[in-house]
């Protein structure tokens, strides 16, 4: 495989793959539990505090701005760290960084980013649904903590593969 076409799979399979499910993944994992643990009723007889029910919109938007901000730094990486691990070609690493920006078109970086929003949103949304389970009953956190983190990402996996059968891959490459 050519130098080229090894640019150009590592920034497509990452635009299209492996940066909307990292940051959400990153974003539930790291996110999730300290919004889980700052929510939480305190004692047998309080409430959460800052559960309104008209208020989820927000909370829905300030987790997708949060994965949304993380989603250039891990693309950021991704695409170094497979730049530095590739075979170099004769350009130089100025000019195959200059290939992969090239070749990092609108359409794919807009659906990157539209495919982590629905994927925190979606997380986010489970993380809402165990945190009434919570104030609903005296469970243990850790548990409901553990099995909201497995929904996530059963949830982004099934997410994944609709948007495969939905959008082919790669689609926003072609000119």
């Known amino acids: ?56 919109p927000g909370w829905v938007a300030t987790a997708v701005l949060a994965s949304l901000l993380l989603l250039p730094w891990f693309q950021g990486g991704a695409i170094l760290g497979g730049l530095l691990m590739a075979p170099r070609s004769g350009q130089g690493l100025q000019s195959e960084l200059y290939e992969i920006i090239r070749l990092s078109r609108p359409g794919l970086v807009l659906q990157c980013f539209g495919q982590a929003a629905v994927f925190t949103a979606t997380c986010y949304l489970i993380l809402q649904r165990k945190l009434a389970a919570i104030t609903r009953s005296a469970g243990h956190v850790a548990l409901q903590l ?30």
């Open 1 to 56: 495989m050519s130098t080229n076409q090894s640019l150009k799979l590592l920034t497509l399979f990452t635009l299209q793959f492996v940066t909307p499910f990292g940051v959400s993944l990153i974003w539930a994992l790291r996110c999730a539990p300290l919004h889980l643990h700052s929510r939480r009723p305190t004692g047998p007889a309080s409430s959460v505090r800052g559960h309104d029910v008209l208020a989820w």
């Open 146 to 175: 553990a099995d909201a983190l497995t929904e996530c990402l059963m949830a982004l996996l099934i997410l994944q593969a609709i948007l495969l059968l939905v959008l082919p891959p790669f689609s926003g490459s072609r000119a």
